[in-house]
């Protein structure tokens, strides 16, 4: 893959688990979507965050 395969990475997590979007902020991603019950998870319908990170952002931070 060339350098334009890592201009950009996408995360994506459960809204329940905190642990899992704090770390995503941490690293510097930013939050980018919300997604309401767009999945099943256990049974029942889960909201999920969606991040990203540029590759000038990851540079900046």
Request: aromatic share 8%.
């Amino acid at each position: 893959m060339g350098p334009a395969a890592r201009a950009h990475v996408i995360a994506q997590g459960e809204v329940r688990n905190e642990r899992s979007w704090r770390l995503m902020e941490r690293l510097g991603m930013r939050r980018e979507a919300h997604f309401r019950q767009c999945e099943i998870v256990k049974g029942e319908w889960a909201d999920t965050y969606v991040y990203a990170m540029l590759a000038a952002d990851h540079r900046n931070h």
